[in-house]
């Protein structure tokens, strides 16, 4: 079974940068669809970035967030720049066979990391 974690999660101060890991083991992400989704707390969970062989953002990170992966590396990545206290959440990122924005879509979650931005 594919097992994803996360990491780089932490405390930042507004208008700062964090970049957030995704490593997976017992599976390869190669080809697959791999995408970031964030919960705050009291709402819904969020889609955040995907990236098979182009790359989808949500519009409230556009222009600030882009993801990439290493297939060699088994890896997908997050560089957050701009941080605003609006982006405070659980990110979490996940695997799919299909590109997509919605949750059901995706069979594999890791447990997510915390991302803190204060004002």
């Known amino acids: 079974q594919v097992q994803l974690v996360e990491s780089g999660g932490g405390l930042v101060q507004a208008g700062g940068s964090l970049r957030l890991s995704c490593a997976a083991s017992g599976g390869t992400i190669s080809g697959y669809a791999m995408s970031w989704f964030r919960q705050a707390p009291g709402k819904e969970r969020e889609f955040v970035a995907a990236?098979?062989?182009?790359?989808q953002y949500g519009d409230s990170v556009k222009g600030r967030f882009t993801v990439s992966r290493d297939n060699d590396k088994n890896t997908v990545y997050l560089q957050m720049n701009s941080l605003k206290p609006e982006d405070t959440a659980v990110y979490y990122c996940?695997?799919?066979?299909?590109?997509?924005?919605?949750?059901?879509?995706?069979?594999?979650w890791g447990q997510g990391t915390q991302v803190t931005v204060s004002s």
């Open positions: 990236i098979r062989w182009s790359e």
């Open positions: 996940a695997r799919s066979s299909i590109v997509s924005r919605r949750e059901r879509d995706y069979n594999y």
